[in-house]
């Protein structure tokens, strides 16, 4: 049976856009690649023309991909991998916490805003802390006990944290040793902090590859505007990998109206559409995809129900653990829960309209949770029903449950899109542009994900 892998071609003859790409020589360069587009065996080949070079990844999957291709000579790591070895030769007896700023402080939102103001490479002003709290959608009164966890962690430097492996050489103005080149993968999802980074490490050449239309993680902190900020900042040529060797010409028609540039010589491609009320006999090795969380927790529970295999993410099952932890607390019948779900629900869109920010994050949350509620047939059900999914999560299974962001970045002969309508419905919901662009983003990566054939569950 085949396995999914990492996006990626594995053509040897490079197309005259990626040949263009290879013989660049440039002192910066952006090259925007669309989904499938060889962009891997592009940048291996023009590594082979440099005996010391990085290559920071956007996560370890990446890094795990990439590292048997390099020449010898080449690293790469991690942005945080990277920082935090630069922040070891100066504190070399500090230890890593990911938690370390989560153990600060009294308030849950004052200290979850501290990672996300370094993320965006805030400053000490009140105009800095404001942008950061209207970025990710957090009352301003949280900032100045925010302030003071951030001060107070930065001055332990016997721990570290992953936002302090970066910020600690932007601070201090620390510098890596240098490089001939430095290749930088998925930047469209860069956060201020990582491109400010950048700076710590000397180098002749530095390439940027990415696809404006795949940036989906603006809701974690990435700069939705993260290639535009390149561009401003570094004024690179620009090159285009346009063509796709993944998807065949009739899966890229389903996207031509987001990425008009994109092409496909690829041809035996399949389309179709079904029902979601019917009882779909899912192969044993596809990608069930989905934009929320509540398509998938109904599934889930019945493949459980039916015996049969699958796979989720692990950290899907941890975030649904504390979300069912926080509003089912005390409750000991469905009812109770389902009161206290809806209760919980109005609260926070109450709170989000009032400051005008999007709630398509929060109708996620609370459908899943009621999703869950409403297959179940008692309390003890919805146990037995978490503690199977634990079993399942991250498995061998080539039957994977997925959110969209999930699957980007990876591929799949056969992929299920349930309700591919929700994101025009969560496009419609905000007002905010670059979220309306990213609802576009997803809808593309989803589609893009298909080798041979996409499926629309309506």
């Known amino acids: 049976m085949k396995k999914f892998t990492l996006s990626g071609n594995q053509q040897h003859n490079l197309t005259v856009q990626q040949q263009a790409v290879v013989d660049s020589n440039e002192p910066t360069v952006i090259v925007n690649a669309v989904a499938g587009s060889g962009k891997t065996a592009t940048l291996m080949h023009l590594a082979t023309r440099y005996r010391k070079g990085i290559y920071l990844a956007f996560n370890k999957a990446i890094v795990k ?95 570290i944290s992953g936002e302090d492996m970066l910020q600690y050489p932007i601070d201090n103005g620390w510098k890596s040793e240098e490089y001939e080149i430095v290749l930088i993968d998925e930047c469209q999802d860069l956060n201020p902090q990582q491109i400010a980074f950048l700076t710590c490490i000397p180098t002749k050449r530095i390439v940027f590859v ?35 060797f993944r998807c065949p010409t009739e899966l890229i028609a389903t996207v031509k109206h987001i990425v008009p540039a994109i092409t496909s010589n690829k041809t035996g491609g399949q389309i179709d559409s079904i029902n979601g009320n019917a009882d779909i006999d899912f192969p044993d090795e596809c990608f069930i995809i989905s934009r929320t969380n509540n398509n998938l927790v109904k599934l889930a529970y019945k493949f459980i129900q039916e015996n049969k295999h699958f796979s989720i993410g692990g950290t899907f099952i941890t975030q649904l653990k504390k979300d069912l932890n926080r509003v089912f607390h005390g409750a000991n019948s469905l009812t109770a829960m389902r009161d206290n779900v809806i209760k919980q629900y109005e609260k926070e869109i109450t709170r989000a309209k009032g400051h005008k920010w999007s709630i398509s994050g929060i109708e996620n949350k609370y459908d899943s949770l009621l999703a869950i509620i409403n297959v179940a047939k008692s309390p003890d059900d919805i146990s037995a029903f978490v503690k199977n999914l634990a079993m399942h999560s991250d498995s061998a299974s080539c039957r994977k449950l997925m959110t969209i962001h999930a699957a980007k970045g990876l591929e799949s002969p056969t992929v299920y899109f349930i309700k591919a309508d929700t994101c025009d419905y969560f496009k419609e919901k905000t007002d905010i542009q670059w979220e309306k662009q990213q609802e576009d983003n997803l809808y593309y990566v989803a589609c893009t994900r298909a080798l041979d054939k996409l499926v629309f569950v309506k």
């Open 210 to 244: 990415g696809d404006t239309n795949q940036a989906i993680y603006g809701f974690r902190g990435s700069d939705p505007y993260a290639m535009n900020r390149i561009r401003e900042h570094y004024s690179p040529v620009e090159y285009e990998l346009t063509e796709s």
């Open 65 to 159: 991909d990439v590292v048997p291709k390099l020449p010898i000579g080449w690293q790469c790591k991690t942005f945080n991998a990277f920082g935090l070895a630069m922040t070891k030769k100066h504190y070399p007896y500090a230890s890593v916490n990911f938690n370390k700023y989560s153990n600060l402080g009294v308030h849950p939102s004052a200290k979850a805003l501290v990672g996300k103001h370094m993320n965006m490479n805030g400053n000490i002003s009140k105009d800095s802390w404001k942008e950061t709290c209207d970025r990710f959608k957090v009352p301003y009164n949280f900032a100045a006990e925010a302030k003071d966890i951030m001060q107070e962690g930065q001055d332990n430097t016997n721990v």
